[in-house]
Nanobody
Framework: QVQLVESGGGLVQAGGSLRLSCAAS????????MGWFRQAPGLEREFVAA????????HYADSVKGRFTISRDNVRNTVYLQMNSLKPEDTAVYYC????????????????WGQGTQVTVSS
């Protein structure tokens, strides 16, 4: 089993930057593809970015491509989401997920989730 803890959220002005971290417990972090998703009030959880087990492959939602970067450190058991040029529409709770099989874009495929971290972008 994997336990995930997100951090790094906060309040930022439009155009600013934040870096989210997701720390994983256990020795098998490298066995999991990882993804970042977000959920705004009243909306379904949506895909943001995902990365393969060893970081060779990444995938981004069109809405964040060129602004966000996902990366991972398998020694520190941590996945990151660098968010630049933030927009008010990026406001949401951000979750990281771990997937045994693949870096899916469908949140229902993920096996484990963190508790989420709030990101608020003011205009």
């Amino acid at each position: 089993q994997v336990q995930l803890v997100e951090s790094g959220g906060g309040l930022v002005q439009a155009g600013g930057s934040l870096r989210l971290s997701c720390a994983a417990s256990g020795r098998t972090f490298g066995n999991y593809a990882m993804g970042w998703f977000r959920q705004a009030p009243g909306l379904e959880r949506e895909f943001v970015a995902a990365i393969s087990r060893y970081g060779a492959n990444t995938h981004y939602a069109d809405s964040v491509k060129g602004r966000f970067t996902i990366s991972r450190d398998n020694v520190r058991n941590t996945v990151y989401l660098q968010m630049n040029s933030l927009k008010p529409e990026d406001t949401a709770v951000y979750y990281c997920g771990a997937d045994r099989e693949y870096y899916h874009i469908d949140w229902k495929q993920y096996d484990y989730w963190g508790q989420g971290t709030q990101v608020t972008v003011s205009s």
